[in-house]
Nanobody, 119 residues
Framework: QVQLVESGGGLVQPGGSLRLSCAAS????????MGWYRQAPGKQREFVAR???????NYADPVEGRFTISRGSAKNTVYLQMNSLKPEDTAVYYC?????????????WGQGTQVTVSS
């Protein structure tokens, strides 16, 4: 069992910045992928960014150059630094993790944190 808890969301003006955090806890051997997805009202959930076990990163085109994903030293925490925020970035942001455990590989989701970009 793994739990992912997001934090850091809130209300910010266009052009502002926010830093999201996601902490994983539970029983597992290691986490080999962590990422962020987002879902705006009336839209499907979409990929934002991910980072693997050797810290290679990938970004969706709309956030490339503005967002930065990173992992903490303990490798059970992932961050998303969001700069130059736009109203279209408004969404619930979800943490996602691929976990290696003795019984196999599993995928987990957090409950989400709201990010609202508005003047």
């Amino acid at each position: 069992q793994v739990q992912l808890v997001e934090s850091g969301g809130g209300l910010v003006q266009p052009g502002g910045s926010l830093r999201l955090s996601c902490a994983a806890s539970g029983s597992f051997f290691s986490i080999y992928n962590m990422g962020w997805y987002r879902q705006a009202p009336g839209k499907q959930r979409e990929f934002v960014a991910r980072i693997n076990s050797i810290d290679s990163t990938n970004y969706a085109d709309p956030v490339e150059g503005r967002f930065t994903i990173s992992r903490g030293s303990a490798k059970n925490t992932v961050y998303l630094q969001m700069n130059s925020l736009k109203p279209e970035d408004t969404a619930v942001y979800y943490c996602n993790a691929d976990v290696f455990a003795p019984r196999g590989n599993y995928n987990y989701w957090g409950q989400g944190t709201q990010v609202t970009v508005s003047s």
